[in-house]
């Protein structure tokens, strides 16, 4: 089956650094990736959408100077969070799909960012 | 994208069925009902999905009703290991984003 692989599982900063979260497509082509972000105890919530080759579309309210992407290739999508603050903690989870009709989105682990 | 409503929990007897159900009175045509599960701390997993045919994998079973409006994940011998949130997800078939719901916590019980 199709397999997103997300790097680092959890990552500890400071505030104010920037932190660079990987996803991979391992074995298949995913022309579209899509970046999540959850609290605790809440579903997750679509932050943006990232097509190979062309900007993010990030969605109502999500800063896209902040949150930085790059989909640089059909298998591999970066999330950077700039400058953190405590209230970036978080589980990010990438997704990512090929481009069949119908096809459903395959998840990574997530990402457990906690900035201090 | 249709809104679809899930029971916020259920419980189910470790063994037995568990039956999750999912409405989307507004779905359209073309879209697809997906049916995703998050264990605590994981990513979703994918489980199943369909258009308009019931549908089975070694998972589990996704029932839609032949208007379409609700469907039901079916898994047919619930184990403790499937204890998790269930997501039930429309989207057209080009369609970009799945937006999650709030989901149903499942307990199976011992």
């Known amino acids: 089956g199709a397999v997103v692989s997300q790097h680092p599982s959890w990552v500890i900063c400071k505030s104010g650094t920037s932190v660079k979260i990987e996803c991979r497509s391992l074995?298949?082509?995913?022309?579209?990736m899509f970046w999540y972000r959850q609290f605790p105890k809440q579903s997750l919530m679509l932050m943006a959408t990232s097509n190979e080759g062309s900007k993010a579309t990030y969605e109502q309210g999500v800063e896209k100077d902040k949150f930085l992407i790059n989909h640089a290739s059909l298998t591999l999508s970066t999330l950077t969070v700039t400058s953190a603050h405590p209230e970036d903690s978080s589980f990010y989870i990438c997704?990512?799909?090929?481009?069949?009709?119908?096809?459903?989105?395959?998840f990574g682990n997530g990402t457990r960012l906690t900035v201090t | 994208d249709a809104k679809t409503t899930q029971p916020p929990s259920m419980d189910c007897a470790e063994g037995r069925a568990a039956n999750l159900p999912c409405n989307h009175s507004?779905?359209?045509?073309?879209?697809?009902v997906y049916w995703y599960r998050q264990i605590h701390s994981q990513g979703p997993q994918y489980i199943i999905h369909g258009l308009k045919n019931n549908e089975t994998n070694e998972m589990a079973s996704l029932i839609i009703t032949e208007d379409r409006k609700s469907s039901t994940l079916i898994l047919p011998h619930a184990t403790l290991r499937d204890t998790a949130v269930y997501y039930c997800?429309?989207?057209?078939?080009?369609?970009?984003?799945?937006?999650f719901g709030t989901g149903t916590s499942l307990t199976v019980i011992p």
């Open positions: 074995d298949f082509q995913a022309t579209t």
């Open positions: 997800i429309v989207r057209v078939p080009f369609g970009n984003q799945f937006y």
């Open positions: 507004t779905i359209s045509g073309n879209e697809y």
């Open positions: 997704s990512a799909r090929d481009g069949t009709a119908g096809s459903p989105l395959h």
